[in-house]
């Protein structure tokens, strides 16, 4: 009698979905926090400078703080974003088990 130690396609399926999502959810975790510029504001950081008063007064008075935060705007949407589905990755792997 041989045992056998392979995994079956569905379980490849849900280990994969689990450790892709987690992969996914970390990597953006971690960017949203780490520093981006050289006074190291995180994307969080710049995001909330950007949205406040003095952003709005920066963005009005110079075509490039405007461009800055548009970027940065971008950046936090797609964290988000990837975030999101990292998460939704790790439950739909925990569903399938």
Known sequence: ????NTLSSEQVRTRSA???GGI???SAVIKYFIPINDAGWS???A???CGSGLGALA???SSDAASVCRDVSM???ALTILIIVGGLIIVYG???K
Not at 1 to 4: C, D, E, R, T, Y
């Open 1 to 4: 009698m041989k045992l056998s």
């Open 18 to 20: 689990i450790i892709g």
């Open 24 to 26: 996914i959810l970390l």
């Open 43 to 45: 994307v969080n950081q």
């Open 47 to 49: 995001s909330q400078i």
């Open 59 to 61: 963005v009005a008075w």
């Open 75 to 77: 950046a936090n949407n």
């Open 94 to 96: 925990f569903i399938q």
